[in-house]
């Protein structure tokens, strides 16, 4: 019987593919190879795994565990710990709210791209041609009506899965989607790794060089890392948390902790061997940042000739499926909260309502962020940012994530140590992980989530404060 009204995972496998496929998302074939890119290739990776073992993991459990104890969506969650505690998981509601604005708008974007690269293939005239790729983009992102109709096709198609229920919506649509996103991604992977000059890349990736660590260099990767690490992961923003609650009780809840950051690092350097490789072979700067996804690596599909657009088209469709995956996960984490509000009213959960509802809410403050063009359209910004995208980011996951995560931290090392225990050993085989786990939820979590705090403001504010 379930032990959650609005609904539970029907297998261990569609579990694990939700849940990798929520981790799974921009931040991985976007913001890991140009954060890699920009700090120094090998030196990055290395520091990233570090963190990933020390804290991603780490959060990760204790995030699926207090999911599967509260049965209960992020804010129910914490409140279940203490009613004090609310706020916290309000944190982890709104964030993730805020994200789906401008991350809907940027899988708007992916789709654009495909489309484009198929045209090419086509030879049809909406494709990019012979335009030079940054004019191309800056063309399409300040066009307000264009970027506004392909945001709101990203939204409807994410609302249309979460619809359809954990089960038969969610989990039924990354069963298929996260294989396939594999599958695409090694064929990407071989043609970029088999291009004249591809080896400069594998170098740069793998090859032991540690000059960025000079100086106070070091913490400027560390903060990097940290950060990509923690958002890459999607900790902080009520996913973990949402999805934990579905879990059964049988669910081995370490195991499951490890699997998902060891499969999300393992795409993070597919995601690297797709990009770097082609990138060095074309003889562009690695450290391009964002533009590197738009502008970058079309300028690469557009130097390989009559296969450019095949490669292309594969390679923005992969991102897309990555996109979709994390944005089904961020409305499930804000609807989830809602109808738990429900359920304590003594009411049945809605899920069509409550999904139409919040949806609505994105495509809104989606379409307001798009209209803003990245900044080019003359609207007005706020928080010091240059675009309403940046502004956005920089509540979410500049300020509220790496905050609550902080906070979770503290709770769960000092405030209420053991509180999941008992949940996390309901395994037969108890909870093995449990000294490094105090040990680490305590001592080394805290100061890392300080860390990306920090980084982050300076990031958003450039204070230079990590110079």
């Avoid at 991603?56 to 207090?66: D, H, K, P, Q, W």
């Avoid at 999911?67 to 309000?90: C, L, M, P, Q, T």
């Avoid at 994530?401 to 509180?419: E, H, K, Q, S, V």
Wanted: glycine share 12%.
């Amino acid at each position: 019987m379930e032990h959650n009204k609005k609904g539970q995972w029907g297998s261990s496998f569609g579990f694990l593919m939700a849940a990798v496929g929520s981790a799974v998302g921009l931040g991985n074939l976007w913001g890991f190879p140009y954060k890699m890119g920009i700090n120094g290739g090998f030196a990055f990776l290395l520091i990233y795994i570090i963190l990933v073992v020390l804290v991603g993991v780490i959060i990760c459990l204790a995030e699926l565990s207090l999911g599967r104890k509260s049965g209960k969506g992020v804010v129910g969650a914490y409140e279940s710990i203490d009613k004090k505690f609310g706020f916290v998981g309000w944190f982890g509601w709104i964030s993730p709210l805020l994200i789906l604005g401008f991350y809907t708008m940027l899988g708007g974007y992916c789709i654009k791209y495909a489309i484009a690269n198929l045209g090419d293939l086509f030879h049809a005239g909406w494709g990019v041609g012979d335009a030079d790729s940054g004019e191309f983009f800056s063309a399409f992102y300040g066009d307000q009506l264009q970027t506004a109709i392909f945001t709101v096709i990203f939204v409807l198609l994410t609302v249309l899965i979460v619809r359809g229920g954990v089960s038969e919506g969610i989990e039924r649509f990354s069963t298929i989607a996260m294989p396939a996103l594999f599958v695409l991604l090694v064929i990407v992977i071989v043609r970029s790794v088999t291009l004249e000059g591809a080896s400069e890349g594998l170098s740069f990736m793998f090859k032991p060089n540690f000059e960025v660590f000079k100086g106070s260099g070091w913490i400027n990767v560390l903060a990097s890392a940290g950060g990509q690490m923690f958002f890459s992961l999607s900790l902080g923003m009520g996913i973990t948390v949402t999805y934990g609650s579905y879990m059964k009780k049988s669910e081995n809840l370490e195991q499951n902790a490890l699997l998902i950051p060891i499969a999300d690092t393992i795409i993070a350097i597919m995601a690297g061997l797709a990009i770097m490789p082609a990138v060095f072979a074309s003889g562009l700067d690695p450290g391009q940042g964002p533009g590197l996804l738009f502008v970058t690596l079309q300028t690469v599909f557009q130097a390989m000739g009559s296969a450019g657009p095949i490669f292309g088209f594969l390679l923005y469709f992969l991102v897309f499926i990555a996109a979709i995956t994390s944005s089904i996960a961020l409305l499930e984490a804000v609807g989830s909260v809602v109808m738990d509000k429900q359920i304590e009213k003594g009411k049945r959960p809605n899920r069509n309502l409550v999904t139409l509802g919040m949806g609505a809410i994105v495509a809104v403050e989606a379409i307001l962020i798009s209209l803003d063009g990245l900044g080019s359209n003359g609207f007005p910004q706020f928080f010091k940012q240059d675009t309403w995208l940046d502004a956005f980011d920089l509540v979410s996951e500049g300020i509220l994530m790496p905050l609550g995560a902080l906070l979770m931290a503290i709770i769960f090392g000092w405030l209420r140590p053991g509180y999941t225990d008992d949940e996390i050993a309901m395994d037969r085989h108890g909870f093995k992980m449990k000294n490094y786990f105090r040990f680490c939820i305590k001592w080394i979590v805290p100061p890392i989530m300080l860390l990306v705090l920090a980084g982050q403001i300076d990031s958003f504010f450039k204070l230079e404060w990590f110079s």
